[in-house]
């Protein structure tokens, strides 16, 4: 089945402790990307990525970090959590094709104490 | 300014409505627009999408793009309480350009 895999679907947290959460496709697409979703802001991206080693910053990338450093895996690193990071987090993914149709991820809810 | 403006909402119809979600944009570039459904706790789903001007039906769904007035929408008839969810306009200039941009997302309620 035709997915995008992310882990921790949910997770509680300090402030200042290190977390990653990952993001898996099996679809060999080129594209993939990290979104925030907050009530009353709708999605946010945060970075993107168009192909291996090659990310660059969405609208709200300050205190994120991501790598690609393989086709199907997009890590989302947040270095020292602050709890204006407390969200709901999606990974998606899409082939330069048409449209650009985003596959997206179940989600990850984050909070941070 | 955003790129994307979509009706707030949220809706609540009756089962049997006709329900019309709507999005206007400000980048001409946009030549492919989408509408994804969001279930609670779910990802976003694709649900259509359109190229350029025109109609495109697919059941009780059918998107309209006005490129001239800038503005999208999407009908629901015959609503079901199953159409319960969030709907997210996305729109994109497509190919190796990447990014789509989304609207903030109307969530309606279709009431039994």
């Known amino acids: 089945e035709a997915q995008v895999t992310q882990n921790p679907r949910y997770l509680i947290t300090v402030t200042g402790k290190k977390l990653t959460v990952t993001c898996s496709q099996n679809?060999?697409?080129?594209?993939m990307s990290w979104y925030r979703q907050d009530p009353g802001l709708g999605l946010r991206q945060i970075y993107y990525s168009m192909n291996v080693e090659v990310t660059d910053k969405g609208d709200v990338p300050e205190g994120y970090k991501v790598s690609r450093k393989e086709k199907r895996n997009f890590p989302l690193i947040l270095e020292s959590p602050s709890p204006n990071q407390t969200s709901l987090y999606f990974c998606?993914?899409?082939?330069?094709?048409?449209?650009?149709?985003?596959?997206f991820g179940a989600g990850s809810r984050l909070t941070v104490l | 300014q955003k790129e994307v403006e979509q009706d707030p909402g949220p809706l609540s119809v009756p089962e049997g409505a006709i329900v019309s979600l709507n999005c206007t944009y400000s980048?001409?570039?946009?030549?492919?627009f989408m509408w994804y459904r969001q279930y609670s706790r779910k990802g976003p789903e694709l649900l259509m999408y359109t190229y350029s001007s025109g109609n495109k039906e697919d059941g009780r769904f059918t998107a309209q793009v006005d490129k001239s007035s800038k503005y999208i929408s999407l009908f629901i008839r015959d609503s079901q309480p199953s159409d319960s969810a969030t709907y997210l306009c996305?729109?994109?200039?497509?190919?190796?350009?990447?990014?789509?941009?989304f609207g903030d997302g109307t969530t309606l309620t279709v009431k039994p």
């Open positions: 996305a729109m994109s200039a497509g190919g190796n350009a990447g990014k789509s941009t």
């Open positions: 980048n001409s570039a946009f030549q492919y």
């Open positions: 679809m060999n697409h080129e594209y």
């Open positions: 998606a993914s899409s082939s330069f094709s048409g449209a650009n149709v985003l596959t």
